[in-house]
């Protein structure tokens, strides 16, 4: 499973973080930054992310 | 048999749902007419104490597209937007959360790196200082002491002082302010007054941070000010609208969240036994409590299909956050107060882009004030009946305005 962030249209709520912090983060300006690759098991907390983000921000590729 | 327009108009008005509803029976609890809404009438027409028409929208489903469709415009001076008091659309002009963008994401990233969850996080311990002052002010007052006036308003404050950089010794005039602006009691008057001396204030403040930069947001915003072309007036409005998104949310927060949690005395023991955690505790109380139920109006700037309806281009409407937490396709047995729900999946902090800029400050300061309040007055309790209580049923916000307490 492969993510990717949009960081224009980003709203910096930090959802994805909250939900799955060893794949996304926030960087300087608050903005969604991929932190590592979606581990074995973490593909529930990553989907997740994606439904949560209020700014359609994260998208799940599945791979 | 209707004989005229009046007498047609008139027919037709005792038939509308009059908009906003009020909590009855359990102040915990949204207005009970939502579960009918959601079952019946997902997307229901309402009307306004001023006559205005308005769409309520109550489906968790449905409230989290409403306020995701690019259709749909948050911007206050859009010709349809509801504005539940009538007239007034802020003696203060338009402030920011309340338009689209590009203002409002211009606005929103100068702000946003002050509101991050690591921010937040770091803030945690300064937090602390600030719960612990308080109540060491409480703990020396005659009881019963009045949990609202000694606690629950100034935290929120005393944080947001903090975030902005209002020097320690300027709080009690700022604070001052602060509960002007909530006062029910408040004329036009007297908030355009307080309006006008937190903006001179604020603009005495921009000149020294000017003289004198410091790591916190009026900084920032005076440091933006040399890239774009920014006045005084638009860094003081912007200042106030963060102090007034957190201020009154969070008071009302930690207020009905103490009666959430004394009424629930095995959940609360959980917690104190460290058996469960205060950050799954501050999810479920968001959830449960949904206060900012009437804090996202919209306008449709294109026809939208919703939840079976189409709401119209020009059309108001109410995204309900607070009968979406409630929603069971959403969540389980959504009536019940559960801290071992899990998730986040509330709209208490609503969604789209104008999602609470706070909510993770908001988040970590809850946490922080429970475990800290039932860490100091373990044998904390109501003076008075809860129903007896003085609940803000005519504010956008829902609240109590008094809860007496000993200990």
Redesign the interface.
């Known amino acids: 499973m492969k993510v990717s962030v949009d960081r224009d249209r980003c709203?910096?709520?930090?959802?994805c973080?909250?939900?799955a912090e060893h794949v996304f983060g926030?960087d300087?300006?608050?903005?969604v930054e991929v932190r590592g690759p979606v581990e074995p098991g973490g593909e529930a907390a990553a989907r997740?992310a994606e439904?949560?983000c209020?700014?359609?921000a994260v998208h799940i590729v599945e791979t | 048999m209707a004989d005229s327009p009046a007498a047609s108009a008139a027919e037709k008005a005792k038939h509308d749902l009059n908009f906003p509803l009020t909590r009855s029976g359990c102040p915990f609890d949204p207005p009970p007419e939502y579960q009918d809404l959601r079952v019946q009438r997902p997307v229901a027409r309402a009307v306004l104490p001023d006559g205005q028409p308005v769409w309520l929208v109550t489906r968790h489903a449905d409230v989290r597209a409403v306020?995701?469709d690019p259709n749909i415009s948050g911007d206050l001076r859009q010709p349809g937007m509801p504005v539940p008091g009538g007239g007034n659309r802020s003696p203060a002009g338009v402030p920011y959360p309340r338009t689209d963008p590009p203002d409002h994401?211009f606005w929103?990233?100068m702000l946003?790196?002050a509101?991050?969850?690591?921010r937040a996080r770091e803030m945690r311990g300064r937090i602390q200082e600030i719960v612990d002052g308080t109540l060491d002010a409480m703990e020396r007052l005659p009881q019963p002491v009045d949990l609202v006036e000694a606690f629950a308003l100034p935290i929120p404050s005393l944080v947001i002082c903090d975030i902005l950089g209002v020097p320690y010794v300027d709080h009690p005039f700022f604070q001052a302010q602060a509960r002007v602006m909530m006062d029910r009691n408040s004329t036009p008057e007297d908030l355009q007054n307080t309006v006008a001396t937190v903006r001179g204030y604020m603009c005495e403040l921009f000149e020294r941070k000017r003289a004198q930069p410091a790591d916190d947001l009026l900084t920032k915003m005076v440091q933006a000010q040399e890239e774009h072309d920014l006045g005084d007036e638009d860094l003081a409005k912007v200042a106030q609208s963060v102090l007034n998104a957190g201020h009154e949310t969070t008071a009302n927060m930690i207020a009905l969240s103490t009666l959430v949690l004394l009424d629930n005395p095995t959940t609360l023991a959980q917690l104190r036994a460290g058996r469960a955690t205060w950050a799954d505790a501050v999810e479920e109380l968001l959830r449960y409590l949904g206060i900012g139920d009437l804090v996202s109006p919209r306008t449709a700037t294109a026809d939208v299909p919703v939840g079976g309806a189409v709401i119209r281009a020009g059309d108001g409407l109410f995204a309900l956050t607070g009968s979406a937490n409630r929603d069971p396709a959403a969540f389980p047995d959504p009536d019940t107060f559960d801290i071992d729900r899990g998730?986040?999946?509330h709209v208490a902090?609503?969604?789209?882009?104008h999602?609470c800029?706070g909510?993770?400050i908001a988040r970590i300061e809850l946490e922080v004030v429970f475990e800290s309040l039932f860490r100091r007055f373990p044998d904390l309790r109501l003076d008075v009946p809860m129903d007896d209580l003085p609940y803000k049923n005519d504010s956008a916000i829902f609240g109590v305005r008094a809860l007496p307490v000993r200990w």
């Open positions: 709203v910096g709520a930090g959802m973080m909250l939900t926030q300087d300006d608050g903005l997740e439904w949560l209020p700014s359609g | 306020l995701t994401s929103r990233r946003l790196p509101f991050t969850v690591r998730g986040r999946r902090f609503g969604y789209g882009i999602q800029l909510q993770n």
